[in-house]
């Protein structure tokens, strides 16, 4: 089994950072890539952006890119969302999601096997 955690949400102004984390616990070795997903009210949950655990590779919605930072920390198991430049339409709550799959589907969320307990995002005009 797997645990995710997020932290590092909040309340910022447009054109503002923030940076989330999700720690991982557990089995972490099963894990082959890791992703972030957001859900607005009333939408859909969507992918924001994910990560290959073993080699780095790194993929973006493109709604995101040039603005969002996926990262990781193997030592702390630790991913990380470098969100800049912020938008008022990124508000929505933030999962962590994690992937046993040996197949890249960056943004698939059925691909995903473990989920945190999100984290709220919200971008004031």
């Known amino acids: 089994q797997v645990q995710l955690v997020e932290s590092g949400g909040g309340s910022v102004q447009a054109g503002g950072s923030l940076r989330l984390s999700c720690g991982a616990y557990g089995y972490t070795y099963i894990l082959r890539y890791m992703g972030w997903f957001r859900q607005a009210p009333g939408k859909e949950r969507e992918g924001v952006a994910a990560i290959y655990v073993g080699d780095y590779s790194t993929y973006y919605a493109d709604s995101v890119k040039g603005r969002f930072t996926i990262s990781q920390d193997n030592a702390k198991n630790t991913v990380y969302l470098q969100m800049n430049s912020l938008k008022p339409e990124d508000t929505a709550m933030y999962y962590c999601?994690?992937?046993?799959?040996?197949?890249?589907?960056?943004?698939?969320?059925?691909?995903?096997?473990?989920w945190g307990q999100g984290t709220q995002v919200t971008v004031s005009s």
């Open positions: 999601a994690a992937s046993m799959g040996g197949t890249w589907f960056p943004l698939g969320q059925n691909e995903y096997n473990y």
